[in-house]
């Protein structure tokens, strides 16, 4: 009997295989060093950062190497906040009122683009030769501004707002320098700006749009870059400065961001809660029968054609009790928001859900592939930010992978697109890989659990260390760069009996450059687009970890 050690492997593997015996071929064994440090190895970079593996999971979890544990699947709504009720024209009595206020319909656009134009000009006489714009608007250029505003309330009246039932009252502007409200059309802004004239925060995108940019410009407005932290802090430092001073008009913000059919609140953004200031919510409805007013899967045009053939179309606007931070406790932002929010959706009566614009983004993207049923890629994306940490254009991203998997008509992938794409053959790790994001163990995966898992894997703190371990154990030292051969051979330790044509494809997908050869820039780029693939480097790592 030979002798043995305790960093010998328990079962022998002979090295010399050939070529017909590389399909029977055993699964390479893991040899686990038990030392006096716990089962902690240290990847070999000399980071302080430890990679921790427990031998319980090694069989089960193909990313225990990395400390990661299998995740639990955040909670999921059914509920669509940002679908029209009333996407096409339907019923008799649609088309029979669509057909009479036809000649009423012609009046109303002629009626909207004099008011558009009045106040367009307007406007531009109220900011000729103005300058100064870092200082409120002079007193008597906002006068001239209540020609913009009467424009406001006829175009109003165009879209079919004759009358406008109002509940509450405005808070002083010393009481509330900020107010926020839900968002539900293209119609609350307008609202907001003939009754409060107010500083708004908007999209950098709305100064180039014709009559609108000139006119939001006299509002003092605070422009922002939502995919920009440093403009998303300037417009918080802004705000802040204009709601401090009462020569500034209040500050109006939508803090959901965007659009939803009122049938929900989604989650608040923090920047008009992050300046600490007393709020005064304000909540706009739109109650309808036959005609959904909300601006949701429904295209501008169409939007306003129908508004434009209704003999009326309702609006009411309720001002709530204005709500203050916490003096007595350091209340942050988000609490405070949370508590906004909540006065919010009491006054509606509806929920409050984790979708943010993220969800937006990701709705376009499903759209844009033509898929079924484009909200089954909802994720609730300001919970899984949290959670995670993950940008929407990074969860986008992660959409356009599994898109690429061909997910089905109810969105699921089976495990056979899922290694097409990854380039990955049936075998052990593989379905381990599928299997660490199927958590309901169905055969079949979503796209939540499948950018759960990816994000899960991603923002591990070894994740970017392991990345550049796995350059060097599968390079030559004093290389920069992997060639397809150095790849495949270290590929043959997790995926042995690896083909040429195999490992020609895993190669061709980490190679983002097409250059013939894997930088380390190559590697990390493959990785953080299919995190899930940094299994496939656990055993030379691990080699690399055992003494």
Known sequence: MSDHTVSAPLLPFSTHLSDSDHDQAPEPHVIVTVDDDDGVHQLPN??????????????????????????????????????????????VYEWFKIVVCLPLALVRLLLFGLSLMVGYVATRVALYGWKDKHNPMPKWRSRLMCVTRSSARTILFSFGYQWIRRKGKPAPREIAPVVVSNHVSYIDPIFFFYELFPTIVAS????????????????????VNRFS???????????????SCNQFPRVLLFPEGTTTN??????????????????????????????????GNVSLGMLMFRMFTQFHNFMEVEYLPV????????????????????????????????????????????????????????????????????????????LDVFLSMNPDSKG???????????????????EKMFGFTDMQKSGKMTFKQFLVGSAHILKQPLFHQACESAFTACGDDGKN?????????????????????EIHGLFTLFDTDHDGKISKADLIACLRRYPLLIALFSPCLLQQTCP
């Open 46 to 91: 000399g980071d302080d950062h430890q990679l921790v593996t427990h031998i319980s999971e090694v069989d089960d979890n193909p990313y225990a190497f990395l400390g990661a544990k299998r995740f639990d699947m955040p909670g999921s709504t059914t509920v669509d906040p940002f679908r029209n009720n009333t996407p096409r024209i339907e019923g």
């Open 204 to 223: 950098e995108s709305h100064d180039s749009m014709p009559f609108v940019g000139t006119i939001i410009r006299a509002m003092q407005v605070i422009y």
């Open 229 to 243: 932290p440093t403009s998303r802090k300037h417009a918080v430092s802004e705000i802040k400065r204009k709601a």
């Open 262 to 295: 009122g049938r929900a609140i989604i989650s608040f953004q923090l920047g008009a809660f992050i300046p600490g200031y007393p709020i005064q919510p304000v909540i706009v409805r739109y109650p309808h029968v036959h005609f959904d007013q909300s601006w």
């Open 323 to 398: 709500v203050s931070p916490h003096e007595n406790q350091k209340e942050n932002a988000v609490r405070f928001a949370q508590r906004t929010g909540h006065a919010v959706a009491t006054a509606l009566n509806v929920v409050q859900t984790s979708h943010s614009y993220g969800d937006v983004l990701l709705l376009a993207k499903a759209l844009e592939a033509n898929q079924e049923n484009p909200s089954l890629y909802f994720v609730e994306m300001a919970a899984v930010e949290a959670a995670f940490h993950l940008s929407s254009l990074e969860a986008v991203e992660f």
């Open 412 to 430: 699921q992938v089976e495990i056979q697109d899922f290694l097409r794409v990854l380039r990955l053959k049936p075998c052990t790790l593989s």
């Open 481 to 501: 760069y992997i060639l397809e051969q150095e790849f495949g051979y270290s590929l043959m330790l997790s995926l042995p009996g690896l083909s040429n044509n």
